[in-house]
């Protein structure tokens, strides 16, 4: 069974960046396509990015395209969420997630395809 670890969050001002790392233990997380959710306070739990398990371009939410970066360290059986040109809004509670489906063809932002969870990092934006 595998279990995801979140690190990297804290409180920056507007503009800042932080990198999130989830890393991965028990399994490989190599075969199965990977993403980062996060819940805001009173709002429900919402994709950011997800990247696939046979690499190429990682998919985004409109809101955070163009300023976050996903990318899989296989060798170390970690993913990172680089966030840059943060804002306000971006203030949340950042999970990683693993889809249930191993070699699934094809992206998923569905919060029910994704049934392996990290307990999650708090990243706050100040203006």
């Known amino acids: 069974q595998v279990q995801l670890v979140e690190s990297g969050g804290g409180s920056v001002q507007a503009g800042g960046s932080l990198l999130l790392s989830c890393a991965a233990s028990?399994?490989?997380?190599?075969?199965?396509?990977m993403g980062w959710f996060r819940q805001a306070p009173g709002k429900e739990r919402e994709f950011v990015a997800g990247?696939?398990?046979?690499?190429?371009?990682?998919l985004y939410a409109n809101s955070v395209k163009g300023r976050f970066t996903f990318s899989r360290d296989s060798a170390k059986n970690t993913v990172y969420l680089q966030m840059n040109s943060l804002k306000p809004e971006d203030t949340a509670v950042y999970y990683c997630a693993r889809d249930r489906a191993r070699y699934r063809a094809s992206y998923t932002s569905r919060l029910n395809d994704y049934d392996t969870w990290g307990q999650g990092t708090q990243v706050t934006v100040s203006s």
């Open positions: 028990g399994r490989t997380i190599s075969s199965y396509t």
């Open positions: 990247i696939h398990w046979s690499g190429g371009s990682p």
